[in-house]
Protein backbone atom coordinates (compact mmCIF):
# COMPACT_ATOMS: atom_id res chain seq x y z
CA UNK A 1 0.00 0.00 0.00
CA UNK A 2 1.33 3.74 -0.87
CA UNK A 3 2.03 5.57 2.04
CA UNK A 4 -0.27 8.95 2.73
CA UNK A 5 0.87 11.79 3.12
CA UNK A 6 -1.46 14.14 5.81
CA UNK A 7 -0.07 17.34 7.24
CA UNK A 8 -0.77 17.93 11.47
CA UNK A 9 -3.48 19.72 11.36
CA UNK A 10 -5.17 17.27 9.36
CA UNK A 11 -4.18 14.39 11.94
CA UNK A 12 -5.46 15.78 15.03
CA UNK A 13 -8.43 17.79 13.54
CA UNK A 14 -10.04 19.95 16.40
CA UNK A 15 -13.22 18.81 18.33
CA UNK A 16 -15.32 21.89 17.28
CA UNK A 17 -15.47 20.10 13.53
CA UNK A 18 -18.32 18.09 15.35
CA UNK A 19 -21.90 20.16 14.12
CA UNK A 20 -23.70 18.31 17.20
CA UNK A 21 -21.29 18.84 20.02
CA UNK A 22 -22.89 15.67 21.97
CA UNK A 23 -20.67 13.29 19.22
CA UNK A 24 -17.74 14.64 20.83
CA UNK A 25 -15.52 11.33 21.75
CA UNK A 26 -15.93 10.84 25.64
CA UNK A 27 -12.31 9.72 26.53
CA UNK A 28 -13.83 8.34 29.88
CA UNK A 29 -16.24 6.02 27.53
CA UNK A 30 -13.47 4.82 24.89
CA UNK A 31 -11.79 2.00 25.15
CA UNK A 32 -8.05 2.47 23.84
CA UNK A 33 -5.10 0.31 24.94
CA UNK A 34 -2.30 0.73 27.11
CA UNK A 35 0.47 -1.12 25.17
CA UNK A 36 1.01 -1.29 21.27
CA UNK A 37 2.89 -4.14 20.28
CA UNK A 38 5.25 -2.78 17.02
CA UNK A 39 5.56 -5.69 14.74
CA UNK A 40 6.88 -7.04 11.66
CA UNK A 41 6.22 -9.75 9.21
CA UNK A 42 6.38 -13.10 7.93
CA UNK A 43 5.97 -13.79 4.41
CA UNK A 44 4.59 -9.88 3.91
CA UNK A 45 2.15 -10.83 6.84
CA UNK A 46 2.09 -8.38 9.56
CA UNK A 47 2.40 -10.48 13.32
CA UNK A 48 -0.92 -10.54 14.21
CA UNK A 49 -0.20 -10.55 17.99
CA UNK A 50 0.26 -6.69 17.22
CA UNK A 51 -3.43 -6.29 16.34
CA UNK A 52 -5.75 -4.36 18.67
CA UNK A 53 -8.72 -2.31 18.37
CA UNK A 54 -9.99 1.31 19.93
CA UNK A 55 -13.66 2.13 20.00
CA UNK A 56 -15.03 5.37 20.21
CA UNK A 57 -17.84 6.61 21.98
CA UNK A 58 -19.32 9.84 22.72
CA UNK A 59 -20.90 11.06 26.29
CA UNK A 60 -24.03 9.24 25.53
CA UNK A 61 -22.29 6.28 25.27
CA UNK A 62 -23.08 5.88 21.66
CA UNK A 63 -20.45 4.44 19.31
CA UNK A 64 -19.13 7.53 17.21
CA UNK A 65 -18.75 5.85 13.44
CA UNK A 66 -16.54 7.74 10.61
CA UNK A 67 -13.88 9.16 13.90
CA UNK A 68 -11.01 9.93 12.61
CA UNK A 69 -8.34 7.94 15.05
CA UNK A 70 -4.70 9.19 15.10
CA UNK A 71 -1.82 6.89 17.03
CA UNK A 72 0.76 9.69 17.46
CA UNK A 73 4.62 8.32 17.85
CA UNK A 74 6.61 11.62 17.40
CA UNK A 75 8.00 10.68 21.27
CA UNK A 76 9.25 7.54 20.29
CA UNK A 77 12.57 8.50 18.50
CA UNK A 78 13.63 4.77 18.83
CA UNK A 79 10.74 4.24 16.42
CA UNK A 80 10.38 3.63 13.18
CA UNK A 81 7.15 2.81 11.09
CA UNK A 82 6.53 0.65 8.35
CA UNK A 83 3.92 0.44 5.88
CA UNK A 84 0.42 0.32 6.83
CA UNK A 85 -2.23 -2.00 7.11
CA UNK A 86 -5.28 -2.17 5.14
CA UNK A 87 -7.53 0.94 5.51
CA UNK A 88 -5.04 2.60 7.93
CA UNK A 89 -2.66 5.56 6.90
CA UNK A 90 0.86 6.92 7.52
CA UNK A 91 2.24 10.11 7.99
CA UNK A 92 5.84 10.00 8.09
CA UNK A 93 5.93 13.76 8.64
CA UNK A 94 4.22 13.48 11.34
CA UNK A 95 4.96 10.10 12.60
CA UNK A 96 1.78 9.03 13.20
CA UNK A 97 -1.10 6.61 12.10
CA UNK A 98 -4.28 7.39 11.76
CA UNK A 99 -7.77 5.30 10.01
CA UNK A 100 -11.55 6.02 10.48
CA UNK A 101 -14.10 3.94 12.60
CA UNK A 102 -16.79 1.70 11.34
CA UNK A 103 -20.39 1.89 12.39
CA UNK A 104 -19.61 0.22 15.58
CA UNK A 105 -17.17 3.17 16.02
CA UNK A 106 -14.24 0.84 15.82
CA UNK A 107 -11.18 1.59 14.43
CA UNK A 108 -8.53 -1.40 13.84
CA UNK A 109 -4.79 -0.93 13.82
CA UNK A 110 -1.72 -3.36 13.77
CA UNK A 111 1.30 -1.18 13.83
CA UNK A 112 4.30 -2.45 12.53
CA UNK A 113 8.28 -1.42 12.32
CA UNK A 114 11.22 -1.45 13.92
CA UNK A 115 13.53 0.40 16.27
CA UNK A 116 17.17 2.08 16.49
CA UNK A 117 18.10 0.67 19.72
CA UNK A 118 21.73 -0.78 20.06
CA UNK A 119 21.31 -1.44 23.07
CA UNK A 120 20.24 1.13 25.86
CA UNK A 121 19.96 3.85 23.18
CA UNK A 122 18.11 6.47 23.99
CA UNK A 123 14.43 6.10 23.84
CA UNK A 124 10.70 6.15 25.05
CA UNK A 125 9.51 5.94 28.35
CA UNK A 126 6.46 4.68 29.36
CA UNK A 127 2.94 6.07 27.95
CA UNK A 128 4.82 7.57 25.08
CA UNK A 129 1.86 7.10 22.10
CA UNK A 130 -0.97 9.44 22.55
CA UNK A 131 -4.23 8.30 20.95
CA UNK A 132 -6.70 10.71 19.55
CA UNK A 133 -10.33 10.71 18.61
CA UNK A 134 -11.16 13.51 16.41
CA UNK A 135 -8.61 15.73 17.85
CA UNK A 136 -9.54 14.81 21.47
CA UNK A 137 -6.76 13.39 23.24
CA UNK A 138 -8.28 9.84 24.37
CA UNK A 139 -5.48 7.93 26.04
CA UNK A 140 -1.87 7.12 26.04
CA UNK A 141 0.13 4.25 25.71
CA UNK A 142 3.50 2.48 26.34
CA UNK A 143 5.11 1.54 23.39
CA UNK A 144 7.05 -2.02 22.32
CA UNK A 145 8.91 -2.55 19.45
CA UNK A 146 9.78 -6.50 18.37
CA UNK A 147 12.33 -5.53 15.97
CA UNK A 148 14.55 -3.59 18.37
CA UNK A 149 17.58 -2.83 16.01
CA UNK A 150 15.63 -3.53 12.22
CA UNK A 151 15.82 0.10 11.03
CA UNK A 152 19.68 0.37 11.72
CA UNK A 153 20.34 -2.61 11.13
CA UNK A 154 19.11 -5.97 9.44
CA UNK A 155 15.52 -5.99 9.16
CA UNK A 156 13.56 -8.76 11.65
CA UNK A 157 13.53 -10.19 14.95
CA UNK A 158 16.67 -12.41 15.71
CA UNK A 159 19.35 -12.55 18.10
CA UNK A 160 20.49 -9.16 17.74
CA UNK A 161 17.77 -7.64 19.10
CA UNK A 162 17.75 -9.88 21.98
CA UNK A 163 21.31 -8.37 23.05
CA UNK A 164 19.66 -4.55 22.44
CA UNK A 165 16.81 -5.92 25.29
CA UNK A 166 19.39 -7.14 27.29
CA UNK A 167 21.69 -4.40 27.27
CA UNK A 168 17.91 -2.23 28.19
CA UNK A 169 17.51 -4.92 30.71
CA UNK A 170 21.11 -4.46 32.23
CA UNK A 171 21.38 -0.89 32.22
CA UNK A 172 18.93 -0.36 35.48
CA UNK A 173 16.80 2.40 33.40
CA UNK A 174 13.19 2.36 31.59
CA UNK A 175 12.78 1.56 27.93
CA UNK A 176 9.25 1.53 26.81
CA UNK A 177 10.53 -0.49 23.74
CA UNK A 178 11.22 -3.86 25.98
CA UNK A 179 8.67 -3.40 28.68
CA UNK A 180 6.80 -7.04 26.78
CA UNK A 181 4.64 -7.24 29.80
CA UNK A 182 3.65 -3.98 30.34
CA UNK A 183 3.95 -3.46 33.99
CA UNK A 184 6.32 -0.23 34.01
CA UNK A 185 9.46 -2.32 34.68
CA UNK A 186 12.14 -3.90 32.98
CA UNK A 187 13.28 -7.24 34.11
CA UNK A 188 12.96 -11.07 33.60
CA UNK A 189 9.19 -11.65 32.79
CA UNK A 190 9.91 -8.86 29.95
CA UNK A 191 12.65 -11.71 28.62
CA UNK A 192 10.36 -14.10 28.48
CA UNK A 193 8.08 -12.66 26.71
CA UNK A 194 10.42 -11.67 23.73
CA UNK A 195 11.83 -14.90 23.63
CA UNK A 196 8.37 -16.20 23.42
CA UNK A 197 7.58 -13.32 20.26
CA UNK A 198 10.80 -14.28 18.95
CA UNK A 199 10.01 -18.17 18.91
CA UNK A 200 6.98 -17.82 17.22
CA UNK A 201 8.63 -16.56 13.94
CA UNK A 202 5.65 -14.03 12.98
CA UNK A 203 7.92 -10.81 13.20
CA UNK A 204 11.44 -12.90 11.81
CA UNK A 205 11.09 -10.02 8.77
CA UNK A 206 11.15 -6.52 8.50
CA UNK A 207 8.62 -4.28 7.13
CA UNK A 208 10.86 -2.07 5.18
CA UNK A 209 10.72 0.83 3.78
CA UNK A 210 10.64 2.48 7.06
CA UNK A 211 10.04 6.15 7.67
CA UNK A 212 12.97 8.63 7.67
Known amino acids: MSRTWLTVSLLLLPAVIHADPSKIPDPALCTVPTLIRVVGTSGGVPDNSGAFVVTIRDIGNNPNPSAQVALDFSACPDLKLGVPGPNTYLDCASHALWTITNTQGEAYFCVSGAGTNLGASPGAGALACTIFADGVIIGHATVVIYDQDGAVTMPGM???????????????????????????????????????????????????????
Not at 179 to 195: E, I, Y
Request: overall charge negative; aromatic content about 8%; proline content about 4%.
Open 158 to 212: EVTDLGAMLKDLGSGAYFGRSDFDGDGTLGVADLSRMLTVMGTGASSQGDAPYCP
